[in-house]
């Protein structure tokens, strides 16, 4: 995106504008903007003109509340200048105000998802979309993993004029140093409620990680596979043998695979639970396992500080509840302490970017990632719709 010139260019760029709403309809965080800000910043500077779509929630009709109206004002705040508004993404509305914009100025569409044929990737409403500009950007790296129209049909209508925006260079430059230039040790720390959701992200990534540490809901799926005694703890029945599996495969790479060795127990769910630190392989009954204990956390911190790349996924417990935190805080510690001493660390896949902000971990990690799934996917070794077509000739 550097080397081009945009001047005099309408720009289409696909954006993650799916930011959260509050009752009001206000904009609560609005991370996701900012994170395409210097994309479309440069476009403005060079002196072309922005036209900016996206989706907004899961809209069933055209619902107000799904309204990229909601969130004008934000955008307009944000770059500090009056922003056009089309209440349609394709027709004869869209079409006017977008051959009427000049330099400098920036062109929102209304919600993508309005229509089905987004999802469904439908040909000839990408090519309507595709219609509205002389350039497309990719720049939504939350949707990459969709082959939706506006994140990867569309860009077959612009060979010679597609790019990455500078968030998604960022993203793919972020993935690229753990899974192809990751400077070993390597250490992958992998959390949440299940296993399921993160077996292929171990399958993918054992022949170039050194450890895994496994912490959060999914440690208690191994403990029990390995006979261990868990209590009321979460566990996947049917991955007990892929739990298994896992071990063996790791063995015999010579990859270090780390479970909590005591863990932080509680009578039920709740802040005002009995709470107790048990060893995790004799978790009494009717006590279930909510956070990584103390004595854990002290190995898992020796292992993040011998290691040069970092790839944190997933809480080590329940760190919504001010209880089950101490885990997931103490390893945001180790983190940004072992960043500070020179290791890349890569923080991705949703709950463990939530954890990372309501801690205020985000400016002591190298790389938080914005998008859950397109994350996870990548992690799965996946190629994305999103990158492959703008990557195609
Ligand atoms: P995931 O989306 O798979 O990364 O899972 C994140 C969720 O896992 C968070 O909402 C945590 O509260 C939850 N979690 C982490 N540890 C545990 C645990 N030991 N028991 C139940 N849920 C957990």
């Given amino acids: 995106m550097k080397d081009i010139n945009f001047k005099n260019r309408k720009v289409l760029i696909r954006v993650d504008f799916n930011v959260p709403l509050d009752s009001k309809l206000k904009v609560s965080d609005d991370t996701r903007i900012l994170a395409s800000k210097p994309t479309i910043k440069k476009i403005l500077d060079d002196g072309g003109s922005c036209i900016l779509m996206s989706h907004l929630g899961r809209p069933k009709a055209n619902e107000k509340e799904f309204s990229m109206f909601n969130i004008l004002y934000k955008i307009e705040e944000i ?36 229509y089905q044929e987004e999802i469904n990737g439908n040909y000839s409403f990408a090519k309507k979309l595709a219609s509205l500009g002389d350039f497309y950007i990719n720049d939504a790296f939350g949707t990459a993993h969709r082959a939706h129209a506006s994140t990867s049909v569309i860009a077959q209508f612009f060979p010679k ?7 998604l260079s960022k993203e793919i430059k972020a993935i690229g140093k753990i899974m192809e230039s990751g400077e070993k040790p390597i250490v992958a720390i992998l959390g949440g409620a299940k296993v399921s959701s993160k077996i292929k992200v171990i399958l993918n990534i054992i022949d170039m990680v050194d450890h895994v540490i496994i912490g959060g809901g999914m440690a208690y799926t191994f403990i029990k596979a390995l006979g261990g005694d868990i209590g009321d703890s979460i566990f996947e029945p049917d991955k007990e043998d892929m739990a298994l599996s896992i071990i063996d495969l790791a063995k015999e790479k010579k990859v270090k695979i780390h479970l909590p060795k005591d863990v932080i127990i509680a009578d039920r769910l709740d802040n005002s639970a009995n709470i107790k630190a048990s060893d995790s392989f ?16 002290i190995v898992f911190n ?5 290691c040069k790349t970092i790839l944190w996924n997933g809480p080590l417990g329940v760190f919504e509840l001010s209880r089950f935190s101490e885990g997931t805080k103490a390893l945001g510690r180790s983190v940004v302490n072992a960043t500070s001493n020179g290791a890349f660390s890569l923080v991705g896949g949703g709950d463990s970017v939530a954890a990372v902000k309501m801690f205020n971990f985000e400016s002591g990690v190298s790389y938080v990632s914005t998008g859950g799934g397109a994350m996870l996917e990548s992690l799965e070794g996946k190629s994305l719709p999103g990158i492959r077509a703008i990557n195609m000739r």
């Fill in 282 to 297: 004799s978790i009494p009954k009717n006590w279930q396992g909510l956070d990584c204990g103390p004595k854990s956390s």
């Fill in 79 to 114: 770059f500090e200048r009056n922003v056009i508004f089309s209440n349609d993404c394709i027709g004869w509305r869209a079409k006017e105000l977008s051959q009427g914009l000049k330099p400098g100025e920036i062109l929102l569409l209304e919600n993508l998802r309005y």
């Fill in 302 to 306: 020796d292992i993040i500080q011998d």
């Fill in 161 to 167: 004029a597609k790019c990455f925006g500078y968030l």
